[in-house]
């Protein structure tokens, strides 16, 4: 060796050794995947009047099947009550009829 051994040169040597004895565990785990972050553009103008547009039709939509709904209760409600008043006067004619 034409070179004296300093304190530089062993400090160094002992480095490289550490570090071939550290390296080879680091290298055989499994590397982790950083989780994807998902960025979602804030929607445009015309994206946003669209979502807007489609949530009132399926307002609209809603309201006028609850309205319908209504509607058919009401009117089966009055079938129901002219059929009893029906039946009822029938009952009364013939009792005054005497049958």
Do not use: H, K, W, Y
């Given at each position: ?17 550490l570090l071939g ?13 950083q989780p994807a ?56 004619r013939d009792i005054?009829?005497?049958?």
């Open positions: 060796m034409s070179e004296a051994m300093t304190r530089r040169n062993i400090l160094g040597f002992l480095g490289v050794a004895l550290g390296a080879p565990p680091l290298l055989t785990q499994p590397a982790e995947a972050v998902v960025v979602v553009p804030a929607p445009t103008g015309t994206e946003r009047r669209v979502e807007r547009r489609i949530d009132r039709t399926e307002r609209r939509q809603g309201r006028r099947i609850r309205r319908a709904m209504r509607r058919r209760m009401r009117r089966e409600g009055r079938m129901e009550r002219r059929l009893a008043r029906r039946e009822g006067r029938a009952i009364r005054r009829q005497g049958m």
